[in-house]
């Protein structure tokens, strides 16, 4: 916590220089007492990255173009999975609040394991207080993309399970509006919630963002 502090290695005794032997009589002795050494470690120190809300997805899943369109972030953005290698940090605006918004790297089945990318992003998500779980509306399942990173993120950490959670159906644009309706409700049964609350948008074409930000 802020302000805490702690003994990591404790310093040697320290030496007594010329003038601690000094006398009335020996005012200027020439010797001195060396001090002892203090004790050593090697540290690994590790912050984890704190946010308001943190996108999460699989690989290409949109998460790099929403940063960029709600926040003045420029994540790479490429048509591969994986351009993402470091979480990136946005703030995001909407009427008169701001809020800090992490985009998580994509995760893949086997992620909490340390697969593909490993775990080493899934603990960035622990220090995010709303996550925003994006799935490709092209998936042929997205049922199933959905499920892969929520087991996912309660593998790597069961508390996530209560971490309060936006479904987005992205690339909307991509998808009629036929389709769109069938894979709201696959993924409004997935995430055991209500069609309305799962949302829908395409970043590049800034629709839907105005909701999701509200």
Known sequence: HDGDEA???KGGRGGLG???FATSTFQAPKFAELGAPGGEKELTLELKLIADVGL??????????LLSVITSARPKIADYAFTTLVPNLGVARFDKTEFV?????????GASEGKGLG??????????????HLVDATDLDV?????IIRDELVAYAPQLAHRPTL?????RAFIDDATAKAKRKALARAAKCK???????SAQEHQGLQELLA
Do not use: C, M, W
Not at 119 to 132: A, K, S
């Open 7 to 9: 003994i990591v290695a």
């Open 18 to 20: 010329n003038t601690h």
């Open 56 to 65: 999460v997805g699989l690989p290409n899943a949109g998460k790099s173009t």
């Open 101 to 109: 918004v992490a985009d998580i790297p994509g995760l893949i089945e």
């Open 119 to 132: 775990d080493d992003f899934l603990r960035h998500v622990e220090r995010t207080r709303v996550l925003i």
């Open 143 to 147: 049922a199933k993309s959905y499920q």
């Open 167 to 171: 479904v987005v159906l992205s690339k």
């Open 195 to 201: 069609i309305a609350e799962v949302l829908e948008l």
